[in-house]
């Protein structure tokens, strides 16, 4: 499987005199974004729950001699050490539709270490990181208004869990890295810079592969064992994939609903055996759209394949059965491996006259899947953002997104099943769309806050509730406070 993946890889990265033929570098773009990437997105936010971003801004500023007591975090520094506490805690309100009505707080610590090998032990081109969350409160999604992509990206069980663990070394002048140990796919695959300003959890990783993968797939909170390649043949240009252990929680036993995050708890199970999942990934980052300057964008394209097995939401494992029959099994039939592709533009669209940092991005991202084996076949979402609209305000961020995503032929052929049997009394689900505005306002360097609002269209696809009737559309009012030290 390994061979695999390096054999695709260097398949992608035996062009690098071409690439840089073809991309000259007529204006350097020094920042770093979302994902490791160089920042083409102006409106990227200064802090995000995506595990992607590396927030900006800290209230050791703010808080002056106390900010670094006996001067310790400087000592480790200059020996390479650095760590990073962040804490989120929000308010969500279910103000109408869903399930019902009720309200939620909840919060993630993430304390975060790196430690740049050349610097503490000679190591060169080598650096350590890992990261824990200790995680509390309850969801929202999941308690009150029972949608697909998740209402707020910090939202899991409550626990204190080891997320990520791995050594990554650089060679060739840092052109190419290896990366090796628990790794997170939505730290560095299929994001977008401008889409980190929001809340909704389906602006981080796309929720086509959350809904579909085993347990979510190797994303937050569940980290997995794994090797990632990236090749940079020229600081625009980058190349890279990830070969993962494809469930981070494992096959429960039949009959065994436990939620996944319940059977890895602490991120320590650092599973190997199961059915891999390999993702590849290319972007460029233009200097600025043609017929234009200084607006710079990025454009990524990728696609992933899982080798488990995968159940059909419509046909029975008996040929000639459907499951929704009364005489079925009840056993799905089972495909073997599973794929997707993505694609992301990322696009700043003004940049306000003598800043560099202030203006307005858009992006656009559509995945699809194979509709036969997943309730989910096509996602999209699209949203604006725009940083230092209010004068005086240069750090502020105004966002405006849409998701939405499509419920497969085979799934919504299993509800028009379900009501020729007489065996449920259900709808017919089509697709679910959220519509999200916030608003992240800098209080002081390092700290934020976040009002929210999230109108879900369709919960959960259409989804019936208790009483036989659909799901009312959601309404959903936040309070986000992020601090960062």
């Given at each position: 499987?390994?061979?695999?993946?390096?054999?695709?890889?260097?398949t992608l990265t035996a062009v690098p005199a071409w690439a840089q033929a073809s991309f000259p570098l007529p204006l350097a773009l020094p920042l770093t974004g979302a994902g490791g990437d160089p920042q083409t997105a102006i409106a990227q936010s200064r802090t995000s729950d995506q595990v992607s971003v590396t927030n900006e801004?800290?209230?050791?500023?703010?808080?002056?001699?106390?900010?670094?007591?006996?001067?310790?975090?400087?000592?480790?520094?200059?020996?390479?050490?650095?760590?990073?506490?962040?804490?989120?805690?929000?308010?969500?309100?279910?103000?109408?539709?869903?399930?019902?009505?009720?309200?939620?707080?909840?919060?993630?610590?993430?304390?975060?270490?790196?430690?740049?090998?050349?610097?503490?032990?000679g190591w060169s081109g080598a650096r350590f990181h890992t990261d824990f969350f200790v995680i509390h409160g309850h969801g929202m999604s999941s308690r009150f208004v029972d949608n697909l992509t998740t209402v707020s990206g910090i939202e899991a069980l409550p626990s204190t869990r080891l997320f990520e663990l791995w050594v990554?070394?650089?060679?060739?002048?840092?052109?190419?890295?290896?990366?090796?140990?628990?790794?997170?796919?939505?730290?560095?695959?299929?994001?977008?810079?401008?889409?980190?300003?929001?809340?909704?959890?389906?602006?981080?990783?796309?929720?086509?592969?959350?809904?579909?993968?085993?347990?979510?797939?190797?994303?937050?909170?569940?980290?997995?064992?794994?090797?990632?390649?990236?090749?940079?043949?020229?600081?625009?240009?980058?190349?890279?994939?990830?070969?993962?252990?494809?469930?981070?929680?494992?096959?429960?036993?039949?009959?065994?609903?436990?939620?996944?995050?319940?059977?890895?708890?602490?991120?320590?199970?650092?599973?190997?055996?199961?059915?891999?999942?390999?993702?590849?990934?290319?972007?460029?980052?233009?200097?600025?759209?043609?017929?234009?300057?200084?607006?710079?964008?990025?454009?990524?394209?990728?696609?992933?394949?899982?080798?488990?097995?995968?159940?059909?939401?419509?046909?029975?494992?008996?040929?000639?059965?459907?499951?929704?029959?009364?005489?079925?099994?009840?056993?799905?039939?089972?495909?073997?491996?599973?794929?997707?592709?993505?694609?992301?533009?990322?696009?700043?669209?003004?940049?306000?006259?003598?800043?560099?940092?202030?203006?307005?991005?858009?992006?656009?991202?559509?995945?699809?899947?194979?509709?036969?084996?997943?309730?989910?076949?096509?996602?999209?979402?699209?949203?604006?953002?725009?940083?230092?609209?209010?004068?005086?305000?240069?750090?502020?961020?105004?966002?405006?997104?849409?998701?939405?995503?499509?419920?497969?032929?085979?799934?919504?052929?299993?509800?028009?099943?379900?009501?020729?049997?007489?065996?449920?009394?259900?709808?017919?689900?089509?697709?679910?769309?959220?519509?999200?505005?916030?608003?992240?306002?800098?209080?002081?360097?390092?700290?934020?806050?976040?009002?929210?609002?999230?109108?879900?269209?369709?919960?959960?696809?259409?989804?019936?509730?208790?009483?036989?009737?659909?799901?009312?559309?959601?309404?959903?009012?936040?309070?986000r406070a992020t601090i960062n030290y």
């Amino acid at each position: 499987m390994l061979a695999l993946a390096l054999t695709g890889l260097l398949t992608l990265t035996a062009v690098p005199a071409w690439a840089q033929a073809s991309f000259p570098l007529p204006l350097a773009l020094p920042l770093t974004g979302a994902g490791g990437d160089p920042q083409t997105a102006i409106a990227q936010s200064r802090t995000s729950d995506q595990v992607s971003v590396t927030n900006e801004g800290s209230i050791q500023d703010a808080l002056g001699p106390y900010g670094d007591p006996f001067g310790l975090r400087a000592a480790l520094a200059e020996r390479g050490i650095t760590y990073v506490l962040t804490y989120i805690g929000e308010g969500l309100t279910s103000v109408s539709g869903g399930l019902r009505r009720g309200t939620t707080f909840g919060g993630r610590l993430d304390t975060s270490l790196d430690i740049d090998l050349d610097k503490l032990a000679g190591w060169s081109g080598a650096r350590f990181h890992t990261d824990f969350f200790v995680i509390h409160g309850h969801g929202m999604s999941s308690r009150f208004v029972d949608n697909l992509t998740t209402v707020s990206g910090i939202e899991a069980l409550p626990s204190t869990r080891l997320f990520e663990l791995w050594v990554e070394q650089r060679f060739l002048s840092d052109r190419l890295s290896v990366k090796v140990g628990q790794v997170s796919a939505d730290t560095e695959f299929a994001i977008a810079q401008t889409g980190v300003v929001f809340v909704n959890a389906g602006f981080g990783w796309p929720n086509v592969g959350a809904v579909v993968m085993p347990s979510g797939g190797p994303i937050y909170p569940l980290a997995t064992p794994a090797i990632r390649v990236k090749y940079e043949p020229t600081p625009l240009l980058s190349f890279q994939g990830g070969l993962f252990n494809g469930d981070p929680a494992g096959t429960p036993p039949p009959g065994d609903e436990t939620d996944p995050e319940r059977r890895n708890r602490t991120g320590t199970n650092f599973r190997v055996n199961d059915p891999a999942l390999l993702i590849g990934e290319a972007a460029y980052a233009y200097p600025s759209f043609p017929g234009t300057e200084r607006l710079p964008g990025t454009a990524t394209l990728g696609g992933w394949y899982h080798f488990g097995r995968f159940d059909s939401p419509r046909l029975d494992s008996v040929r000639g059965r459907l499951l929704a029959d009364p005489e079925a099994s009840g056993i799905s039939r089972r495909f073997r491996g599973n794929a997707g592709l993505y694609a992301i533009l990322d696009q700043t669209i003004y940049r306000e006259p003598d800043t560099e940092n202030e203006g307005a991005s858009a992006f656009l991202r559509v995945s699809a899947v194979p509709g036969d084996r997943n309730l989910i076949e096509f996602y999209a979402d699209a949203g604006l953002a725009c940083r230092g609209l209010i004068p005086g305000r240069p750090n502020d961020t105004l966002g405006l997104g849409v998701i939405h995503s499509r419920i497969s032929p085979e799934a919504r052929a299993f509800d028009r099943d379900s009501l020729r049997f007489g065996t449920s009394p259900g709808h017919l689900r089509s697709s679910e769309t959220v519509i999200e505005a916030t608003y992240q306002a800098e209080i002081v360097s390092g700290f934020t806050l976040q009002p929210d609002v999230q109108y879900v269209m369709r919960p959960g696809g259409g989804l019936s509730d208790g009483n036989g009737r659909r799901l009312r559309n959601a309404t959903v009012l936040g309070l986000r406070a992020t601090i960062n030290y």
